[in-house]
């Protein structure tokens, strides 16, 4: 017998068709749920991702940001708790905040601003880790925790509002590449196949502190808006608009540890990401 699958989203960032293709499949099953609100089911592995991962969406509504996160991590860790499950929680490279060290290992306790626009994210991820080991302190919940280090591809939101999706979708209208702040600020980018290896290896593995997993070719973004308007549409001109507030201004994961606990490193370059990303906006262009 298979896996049994059963996926549980509210939608307020993704869509019903980016898993169109499961749909009717015996072994999936997909539920309408926000994870604000208990979920009561019977399962053996939880990959907890839920929460608006894009700052302007995450920023929109910062209080329901903190209680996806907040709220959203205790009914999952209390769901693992039921059912002895195996919980995977979904961090980010944002707790690490705006970083003073460079680059960034799991041992770092960040650089985070609790009261900036960024806090509702940044610190909403930092209780759910929190969170995390205190279930499995007290309650012996077996937890699993990624920082998953800036992540795209296919099937993301054409309207996501990071910066990949947002130059490769403007590099194809022929529009601005929308550069923030004079573009010196760095990334380092990871496909997300790469991710998700990632985090099933994390997941049925024996370790249990925190993992970075992410891909250190790091680009500064004005660098990033040149390779990708070259690649794109040589054409598309380059704005520079005003800095964010809070914005991390550099930000490369350390890997060690993942590749020497899960055996773990990226596949992919940046760039072979970025051209199968751009195929995938130029097969949604009509609803572009
Ligand atoms: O993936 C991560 O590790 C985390 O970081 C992201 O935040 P950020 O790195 O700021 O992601 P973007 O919004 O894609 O911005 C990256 C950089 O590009 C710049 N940018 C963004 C968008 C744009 O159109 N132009 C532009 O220059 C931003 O100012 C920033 O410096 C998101 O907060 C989270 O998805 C995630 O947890």
């Given at each position: 017998?298979?896996?049994?699958?059963?996926?549980?989203?509210?939608?307020?960032?993704?869509?019903?068709?980016?898993?169109?293709?499961?749909?009717?499949?015996?072994?999936?099953?997909?539920?309408?749920?926000?994870?604000?609100?208990?979920?009561?089911?019977?399962?053996?592995?939880?990959?907890?991702?839920?929460?608006?991962?894009?700052?302007?969406?995450?920023?929109?509504?910062?209080?329901?940001?903190?209680?996806?996160?907040?709220?959203?991590?205790?009914?999952?860790?209390?769901?693992?708790?039921?059912?002895?499950?195996?919980?995977?929680?979904?961090?980010?490279?944002?707790?690490?905040?705006?970083?003073?060290?460079?680059?960034?290992?799991?041992?770092?306790?960040?650089?985070?601003?609790?009261?900036?626009?960024?806090?509702?994210?940044?610190?909403?991820?930092?209780?759910?880790?929190?969170?995390?080991?205190?279930?499995?302190?007290?309650?012996?919940?077996?937890?699993?925790?990624?920082?998953?280090?800036?992540?795209?591809?296919?099937?993301?939101?054409?309207?996501?509002?990071?910066?990949?999706?947002?130059f490769i979708v403007q590099a194809l209208k022929g529009e601005q590449l929308t550069v923030y702040g004079g573009g010196k600020q760095t990334r380092s980018f990871q496909y997300v196949h790469d991710l998700i290896d990632g985090m099933i290896k994390l997941m049925n593995s024996e370790y249990s502190q925190p993992v970075n997993v992410g891909n250190p070719e790091e680009y500064t973004i004005g660098q990033f808006a040149e390779a990708i308007r070259d690649l794109v549409n040589p054409k598309a001109t380059i704005a520079d608009l005003p800095m964010p507030k809070d914005d991390p201004q550099r930000r490369k994961p350390d890997i060690t540890r993942a590749k020497t606990e899960i055996g773990w490193e990226p596949r992919f370059s940046v760039m072979q990401g970025v051209e199968e990303t751009v195929e995938y906006f130029k097969s949604i262009v009509d609803i572009l």
């Open positions: 017998m298979g896996h049994f699958v059963i996926v549980a989203d509210n939608f307020f960032t993704g869509f019903k068709r980016n898993v169109q293709h499961w749909i009717g499949h015996p072994n999936f099953e997909l539920i309408r749920h926000d994870v604000v609100d208990p979920l009561m089911v019977e399962v053996d592995q939880i990959y907890h991702l839920a929460c608006p991962a894009s700052p302007p969406h995450y920023q929109h509504n910062p209080v329901k940001t903190i209680k996806t996160s907040m709220m959203g991590t205790i009914n999952m860790l209390g769901l693992a708790k039921r059912t002895k499950a195996r919980i995977l929680l979904a961090s980010t490279s944002e707790i690490y905040g705006d970083p003073e060290e460079h680059p960034q290992k799991e041992t770092y306790w960040g650089h985070v601003n609790p009261i900036g626009i960024r806090a509702c994210y940044d610190e909403g991820k930092r209780i759910a880790e929190t969170l995390a080991y205190e279930y499995q302190r007290k309650d012996k919940v077996e937890v699993r925790v990624v920082r998953i280090f800036n992540t795209f591809g296919p099937r993301m939101n054409p309207e996501d509002g990071r910066v990949v999706s947002n």
